[in-house]
């Protein structure tokens, strides 16, 4: 029997994770771990939220006592670690709540696995779920490796590269098991709608200004998240003791590319006539540090443990336009109160 811990499972790609855990393995018990914090939604897992191999505990991974309690009460033997703060942007205007939540909070659920698990570690791995942007930013060439040294920019990924060392550190100093995997981009169903791709779909939904920043010639390398909940499945059955994996999907593009295609995609789907809403788009600041361009080589997760992503780019942002467009209500929900003050700071 797995009592498998995965936190911030009420998140975007946590719930993605939650949801092919429970559904595929009827033999692990799930115990989904989430403070429900602006990015926490339980609407994202009504589909399996009565499944009997499944809890939900509202809690906060900074709390060490309650922490270990937990541990403790559900015989935790795995953890997959995503809880996070995870905007850039955000991160810009507090980053102390990014050291608390990604540093701190990282700190203290593995300071309760290792006096939990008590130098017992058969069957036992902490997988700690981390960002390419640890690696900093590439010119218009090369990709990042594994071995690719650290170089980050935001609060957001020095907090995240943080984290990934006190893991290796566990690792190392008292031999806990651990894994890390770094991945690109992620898009698909219940993101929330601050970072670039539901915003901008939620604002030509509006008629609303699409703010890019700089020239939009940043490059990210997009990857659909039920792809990368899949990683996540092989890599925590079969990853090696104490390695690292890269994710993502050799898929680059600039984004006022990626916006232009949304564009037309959603006009379609809209019933306007096609490329009529590029008349929204704005021109904006640029991001402070902004990162020019990420690109991830994953063959090493292809060649040592067979992933592949399943879903081509073109398939995956029609199914992903159109899930926004059909879940209005959903959008709705969560763009109500502080969003709009979000939005207002951000975007004024
Ligand atoms: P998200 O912001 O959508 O979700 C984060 C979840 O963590 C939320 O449910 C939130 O309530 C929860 N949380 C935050 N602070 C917490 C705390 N102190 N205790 C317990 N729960 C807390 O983030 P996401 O986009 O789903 O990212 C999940 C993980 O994947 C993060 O670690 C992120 O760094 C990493 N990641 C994200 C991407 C991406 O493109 N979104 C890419 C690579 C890696
Ligand atoms: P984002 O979704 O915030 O992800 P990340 O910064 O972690 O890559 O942003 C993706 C790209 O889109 C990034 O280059 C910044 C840009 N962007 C805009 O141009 N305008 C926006 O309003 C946002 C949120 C992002």
């Known amino acids: ?10 998140g975007f790609i946590g719930s993605h994770v939650v949801r092919l ?4 393995y009827p033999e692990y018990n799930i115990i989904n771990l989430d403070k429900l914090t602006y990015a926490g939604n339980l ?8 499944k009997p191999n499944y809890t939900f505990v509202k809690g906060d991974i900074c709390d060490f006592e309650q922490m270990k309690d937990l541990f403790a009460k559900h015989n935790i033997t795995g953890v997959i670690h995503l809880a996070a703060e995870s905007h850039v942007d955000r991160s ?29 570690f058969t069957d036992k791995l902490f997988y700690h779920i981390s960002t390419d942007e640890v690696y900093g930013s590439l010119d218009n060439g090369g990709f990042f490796v ?11 990924s020095a907090s995240k590269a943080s984290s990934d060392h006190f893991v290796r550190a566990f690792h190392d100093t008292y031999g806990m098991p651990t894994v890390i995997s770094n991945c690109s981009n992620n898009y698909g169903p219940y993101q929330f709608p601050e970072k670039l791709i539901p915003l901008f779909l939620n604002n030509i939904r509006h008629n609303k200004p699409l703010p890019v920043y700089g020239k939009g010639e940043n490059v990210r390398d997009w990857l659909y998240v039920v792809d990368h909940a ?43 006539p096609e490329g009529s809403s590029e008349k929204l788009i704005t021109y904006v600041t640029d991001r402070a540090g902004h990162d020019l361009r990420y690109a991830i080589d994953s063959t090493k997760l292809k060649d040592e443990l067979g992933w592949e992503p399943s879903l081509q780019f073109e398939e995956g942002i029609e ?15 969560i763009t109500s109160g502080e969003y709009e003050k979000y939005y207002q700071e951000m975007y004024k």
Do not use: C
Not at 319 to 333: A, Q
């Open 319 to 333: 199914k992903t336009i159109r899930w926004y467009l059909d879940n209005e209500t959903w959008v709705d929900n």
């Open 92 to 120: 810009i205007k507090d980053p102390f709540s990014f050291a608390q939540t990604n540093v701190m909070g990282t700190l203290s659920l593995l300071q309760a696995a290792k006096l939990t698990w008590d130098g017992d």
């Open 1 to 10: 029997m797995k009592n498998i811990l995965i936190t911030g499972g009420a």
């Open 21 to 24: 855990f429970v559904n595929k």
């Open 230 to 272: 899949r990683a996540i499945d092989v890599i925590y059955h079969q990853g090696k003791n104490g390695d690292t994996y890269n994710i993502g999907g050799f898929n680059e593009w600039r984004n006022i590319d990626l916006i232009k295609v949304m564009i037309k995609t959603a006009d379609r789907l809209l019933g306007r």
């Open 146 to 156: 594994e071995t690719t040294k650290y170089d980050p920019h935001s609060p957001y």
């Open 43 to 50: 609407e994202n897992l009504k589909d399996i939220e009565d």
